[in-house]
């Protein structure tokens, strides 16, 4: 899910590198954050942004790929436990 998420970023031209998607992804198996969509683009931004002119870009990025999820059913985040 998150490859897509790199590289829709990439289309939108934003210089994000594959060792940033690394941190990314350590931070989120860290569990660093709660399992929010509020945490997880702050944690994105963070890690995935190098200078604070790319904010806009990065926000109308992730608005356009994360459109819609807080809108899905319940039913849809059931994961299983193993």
Known sequence: MLI??????????LPVSVKEYLTLLEAL???VIAPSLD???FLARMTLVKDE???D???????TYFHGVTQL????FDIPLD
């Open 4 to 13: 897509d998420f790199f590289y829709s970023l990439r289309d939108a031209k």
């Open 29 to 31: 198996k860290a569990q």
């Open 39 to 41: 945490e997880f683009y």
């Open 53 to 55: 002119k790319y904010f």
């Open 57 to 63: 870009k990065f926000d109308r990025a992730f608005g």
């Open 73 to 76: 059913p319940d039913e849809v």
